[in-house]
């Protein structure tokens, strides 16, 4: 493994922790070899950053250069840098913006693809890529014939480095983007709350046992008492119950919290695939027989409506730390 390349991310105007496992994982491959990160719309501090978690190199694009996300653009920037390098595998979050990159890429540098990966190894040589398959009630390790490996890694697999402000590195800085078919009439933000589930240490999730969005609003206060925020199964996000940027699971984000409480979520498969790596489950049904108990440590066997608000007076009236 002579060359990586890992796709870095922003997330609130920050490095996004996913961008930082990957190098990580890009580092444990590759421990003698070259890392490079491609880091658009950022600046030159963030770069830094990058190479104090394991970058050999970071091609930074500039933030008047690279205004947010391209397909276009960040399609031919890395596919450039992967030629130019000989690129043996190009790791990247699988965030709705890597799993957008990964197959257009591959398509350009005639590689293998692996989206939503939960796991890459080196065997024998030749690398490993697990990751969940039928709707998340089986695991498939795949490997490829290709020179080159596009993958997309989910959020929490693996643990980033920590920063190391000894290291060296180079910055190669891009002023420029490449012609794009692409223009952007605007960008809207979907509101997720302040505080994303991605980096949430807590996190309490409502599915279709909610019975409506007014659900939602009984979860919130549980929530913020314990200095968390809310999530949902898919089937509430369809149901226009919340907001689609809540939504964790196969289809959707992908959370290693410290507490997971899962309110009225049955437990499908495809759902604990996003939330499966949780350090503890807590799971609040009225139905015993429920998939998710079996994944829990702790479970209730209850209404939710009376449940929750009881778990929350009782957490508020604990003595604070």
């Known amino acids: 493994m002579n060359t990586i390349l890992v796709v870095a991310e922003l997330a ?10 990957q190098l990580a994982l890009a580092r444990r491959l590759a421990p003698t070899g070259t ?8 600046d030159k501090a ?5 190479i104090a978690r394991g970058a050999d190199q970071v091609v930074l694009g500039t933030r008047k250069a690279f205004d947010g996300y391209n397909s276009d653009g960040w399609t031919a920037c890395a596919a450039a840098i992967a030629r130019e390098h000989a690129v043996t595998l190009v790791l990247a979050a699988h965030t709705p913006r890597g799993a957008d990159l990964a197959p257009r890429l591959a398509f350009r540098l005639n590689a293998g693809c692996a989206t939503g990966c939960v796991g890459v190894e080196q065997k024998d040589g030749t690398l490993h890529f697990t990751r969940a ?8 390790t795949l ?8 993958a997309t890694v989910r959020a929490g697999v693996y643990d980033a480095l920590p920063a190391d402000t ?3 590195g180079e910055i190669v800085a891009l002023d420029t983007a490449p012609a794009s078919r692409i223009r952007i009439i605007e960008r809207q933000r979907e509101d997720s709350g302040a505080q994303r ?7 309490v999730a409502g599915g279709r046992g909610l019975n409506g969005p007014e659900g939602f609003k009984v979860l919130e206060p549980l929530a913020e008492a314990l200095g968390g925020a809310v999530g949902a199964s898919r089937v509430p996000c369809d149901l226009g119950w919340c907001s689609h940027a809540m939504q964790i699971g196969l289809t959707g984000k992908t959370v290693t919290p410290e507490l997971y409480i899962a309110v009225g979520i049955s437990g499908a498969s495809h759902h604990l695939a996003g939330c499966g790596n949780a350090k503890t489950i807590v799971a609040i049904n009225t139905d015993a027989d429920a998939a998710i108990f079996r994944e829990a440590k702790f479970g209730v066997v209850g209404d939710y409506a009376k449940v ?6 009782a957490i508020k009236a604990l003595p604070s730390l």
Do not use: Q
């Open 12 to 21: 609130n105007e920050k490095l996004a922790m996913a961008g930082l496992e």
């Open 35 to 42: 890392v490079i990160a491609l880091l658009l719309g950022a």
């Open 46 to 50: 963030m770069a830094e950053a990058l």
């Open 133 to 140: 398959s039928h709707g998340g009630n089986v695991r498939e």
């Open 143 to 150: 490997r490829f014939e290709t020179e080159c490996v596009v």
């Open 166 to 168: 000894t290291r060296t």
């Open 197 to 203: 589930l991605e980096d949430a240490r807590v996190i």
């Open 308 to 313: 929750v608000p009881a778990l929350t007076v």
